[in-house]
């Protein structure tokens, strides 16, 4: 649960998946992904006011995502203020104060952050150096070296800080299994069930939120059929994934919600209350989609465990594990790193510890010449460690106003 406050330290006059309180006051707006925790205000009537009276603020997120969010009618307001963008495409965004004019250029490019559909990272390049919010990802080790855009060439880019999706950033979640596997688990329990006769049904018992697509759609392909949903709404704006539900009850797959679906299925009832239409009952297995982890030195890691007589949990991560984390930041090494998430049973303190030891070190620093003139000089030796992780090897004269001099994080 993201308890990001929407501002980053290096562009304070941009907000991100916070949009109340003094974001209220914020040039620019960017929605990595449709998830209730990164959505706080934004239905907000402040909001839509200083929209209203506003020529210059816009929200940019992707094109998925711009989808998603205007078919909910409560955000339908934003239609005339949103600017989706390509992925993996550099856009220029000006910061424009409204009441002084003055303006400050930045470059963002969206990256895929594996969460759900649409979801992404924001790379922020400007005066105040490279900076990457993570927004929520899940990020399979390697995935981070794959990203064009995280490098000069072969080089991996100066990254000045990264705001981060720590959820599972504790030794305790060393190991989640990745997506392949644990779908492979999952198909395997499903296959095994519903091949015995068409009255064996299976319930997915997803929570109301995006992020589940990746199974129906992988399940779909696999067993060649579609899966029972509650209503079409939520996905009419995603073709990709619109053929593979229905809201025709005949299936054997099924991930349909009811206010009481644990109740009904305690019951051998389907939460649509599907049944065989020769009247001979159904045989139903329930899968919950849980995240599992494991520990560092755990061999064998089953992601399938059987919670009931016919009730089982199945792992699923929308977030990446321990070791994909720390990768992934062993990989950027940036400067700063700043949580965005206090994993259970742990402070906001222990997690800042945590992370200090994958900031970039003070001995790897370069030299860094601060003008205060209104002219930034940045001289950076080439990294001689391992090639692959050497920084960008530029020396950058760039003229930033004096505005944006001031409180620069780079000395
Ligand atoms: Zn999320
Ligand atoms: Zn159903």
């Given at each position: 649960?993201?308890?990001?406050?929407?501002?980053?330290?290096?562009?304070?006059?941009?907000?991100?998946?916070?949009?109340?309180?003094?974001n209220l006051h914020a040039q620019a707006y960017f929605l990595s992904h449709c998830h209730k925790d990164h959505m706080k205000g934004l239905k907000g009537p402040l909001l839509k006011r200083k929209l209203q009276f506003s020529r210059t603020v816009r929200l940019y997120c992707s094109f998925v995502?711009?989808?998603?969010?205007?078919?909910?009618?409560?955000?339908?307001?934003w239609e005339e203020y949103i600017v989706p963008l390509e992925l993996e495409s550099p856009t220029q965004i000006s910061l424009v104060d409204e009441a002084s004019g003055q303006k400050e250029e930045v470059?963002?490019?969206?990256?895929?952050a594996g969460h759900c559909p649409g979801s992404v990272m924001f790379l922020f390049e400007g005066c105040r150096g490279n900076v990457l919010y993570t927004g929520d990802f899940r990020l399979a080790v390697g995935?981070?070296?794959?990203?064009?855009?995280?490098?000069?060439?072969?080089?991996?880019?100066?990254?000045?800080?990264?705001?981060?999706?720590?959820?599972?950033?504790?030794?305790?979640?060393?190991q989640i299994p990745s997506r392949e596997v644990c779908l492979r688990g999952i198909s395997e329990l499903i296959g095994n069930w519903i091949s015995q006769s068409s009255h064996h049904v299976v319930w997915l018992n997803c929570k109301a939120a995006f992020g589940y697509e990746y199974l129906f759609t992988n399940l779909g392909d696999e067993?060649?059929?579609?899966?029972?949903?509650?209503?079409?709404?939520?996905?009419?704006?995603m073709p990709e994934i619109l053929s593979y539900v229905t809201t025709d009850r005949r299936t054997q797959i099924h991930a349909c919600r009811h206010p009481k679906d644990e109740e009904f299925f305690q019951g051998n009832r389907l939460p649509c209350g599907g049944t065989a239409a020769d009247g001979t009952p159904l045989r139903i297995i329930s899968i919950k989609p849980s995240t599992m982890w494991f520990g560092e030195r755990t061999k064998r890691t089953s992601v399938i465990i059987k919670t009931g007589g016919s009730s089982y949990r199945a792992?699923?991560?929308?977030?990446?594990?321990?070791?994909?984390?720390?990768?992934?930041?062993?990989?950027?090494?940036?400067?700063?790193?700043?949580?965005?998430?206090?994993?259970?049973?742990?402070?906001?303190?222990?997690?800042?510890?945590?992370?200090?030891?994958?900031?970039?070190?003070?001995?790897?620093?370069?030299?860094f010449v601060y003008k205060p003139l209104g002219v930034l000089k940045r001289?950076?030796?080439?990294?001689?460690?391992?090639?692959?992780?050497?920084?960008?090897?530029?020396?950058?004269?760039?003229?930033?106003?004096?505005?944006?001099?001031?409180?620069?994080?780079?000395?």
């Open positions: 649960m993201s308890s990001f406050a929407g501002r980053m330290k290096e562009y304070p006059t941009v907000s991100l998946d916070r949009f109340d309180r003094e995502t711009k989808e998603l969010l205007l078919n909910n009618p409560k955000y339908a307001f470059v963002v490019t969206l990256l895929p995935d981070a070296s794959r990203m064009e855009h995280l490098h000069s060439g072969s080089r991996v880019k100066d990254i000045q800080s990264i705001y981060l999706d720590s959820t599972f950033y504790d030794p305790r979640f060393y067993f060649n059929t579609q899966i029972h949903v509650k209503n079409l709404a939520m996905f009419k704006k792992c699923f991560s929308f977030h990446s594990s321990y070791s994909e984390i720390k990768d992934f930041l062993s990989y950027l090494q940036p400067v700063n790193i700043y949580p965005s998430v206090v994993p259970i049973g742990r402070s906001l303190q222990d997690v800042t510890q945590l992370l200090r030891t994958m900031c970039r070190k003070r001995s790897d620093e370069a030299a001289s950076r030796l080439q990294r001689a460690s391992d090639g692959n992780t050497k920084r960008s090897t530029t020396t950058k004269t760039q003229t930033c106003t004096d505005r944006v001099t001031e409180g620069c994080s780079v000395k």
